[in-house]
């Protein structure tokens, strides 16, 4: 175990946790504040057993208890007396991202396939949400579509589907998570046009807009927008108000947003002052 120092939340931070977590009825489940501290310590950049125990009004123990699963799924980084995100560097396999938030990415991803129509050519980006649409793409009721995908899961997740033309653009392979990307897939997708795109974010900010930590993907998921006539940017309200290395595009491309409930408001707000269709589900 790492002994990196976790420092202390801003006073801010702390002051409107204890609000949220305590008003209401009842004590949060385990799930629910696992959720709520991984949530903070990535916007945060770090968060501290003491600080977290008191914020959530629990044991020092179950804080203690709460980092050592967290840790054990890959998110967090235990510390002396605390817990760190886990770098960038050290991409959580897909198998490990498809089990966090999966009950809002599977809302997402149903309210996502509701959109396609008959015929049309879609965008399926890599990631977990926009695997779960290409479950929700298999029981859909057409005579055919054509899907460009630039992820390996997903192509196979489709493979057998007798409605769907699936079209992979090749390129370079990012083994943990089963996505191309690259030159060779740029030039590829720039002879294709799309009549939606439904593109996975890693953070999105109001202010700078969609983005990613991997400088090749944000590439790939430009070119993505540039040849779709609707974009639609599907993720679950952990990776809002989030800020990464490479700038896909600012918030203003994004045609449609679909999220989940427990989006922050301010957030949502925010986005949709630049004309943005949020569809909170």
């Not at 990535?42 to 003491?50: D, F, K, L, P």
């Not at 959530?56 to 007396?81: C, K, Q, W, Y």
């Not at 700078?208 to 679950?236: F, H, K």
């Not at 595009?249 to 949020?278: F, H, K, Y």
């Amino acid at each position: 175990m790492t002994q990196t120092k976790a420092t202390h939340l801003p006073n801010a931070t702390m002051a409107k946790l204890k609000k949220s977590t305590r008003a209401g009825h009842g004590v949060l489940s385990m799930e629910e504040r696992r959720r709520r501290i991984r949530s903070l310590i990535e916007t945060n950049t770090q968060g501290t057993v003491a600080e977290l125990a008191e914020s959530f009004g629990v044991s020092a123990v179950t804080i203690r208890t709460d980092l050592t699963a967290l840790e054990h799924m890959g998110v967090v980084v235990r510390t002396h007396g605390g817990a760190l995100p886990r770098g960038d560097s050290d991409e959580l396999p897909i198998n490990v991202k498809q089990t966090l938030h999966r009950a809002e990415k599977v809302r997402i991803a149903t309210a996502a396939a509701e959109m396609i129509r008959d015929g049309e050519t879609v965008i399926l980006d890599s990631g977990t949400t926009t695997a779960e649409i290409a479950k929700q793409i298999r029981t859909l009721k057409l005579g055919s579509i054509n899907v460009i995908t630039n992820a390996l899961n997903i192509a196979v997740l489709l493979a057998n589907s007798s409605h769907v033309n699936v079209i992979i653009p090749g390129g370079v392979l990012r083994q943990k998570s089963f996505s191309l990307s690259g030159p060779q897939a740029e030039q590829a997708l720039s002879t294709l046009h799309a009549d939606v795109l439904f593109l996975g974010v890693d953070s999105l900010d109001p202010q700078i807009g969609l983005m990613t930590p991997y400088v090749l993907e944000a590439q790939l998921n430009a070119q993505m927008i540039r040849i779709s006539q609707r974009v639609v940017a599907v993720t679950d309200s952990s990776k809002l108000l989030r800020r990464n290395l490479s700038v896909i595009a600012p918030v203003d491309q994004m045609d449609v947003l679909i999220t989940d409930s427990d989006a922050d408001a301010a957030c949502i707000e925010a986005i949709r002052a630049q004309g943005v269709d949020v569809r909170l589900v």
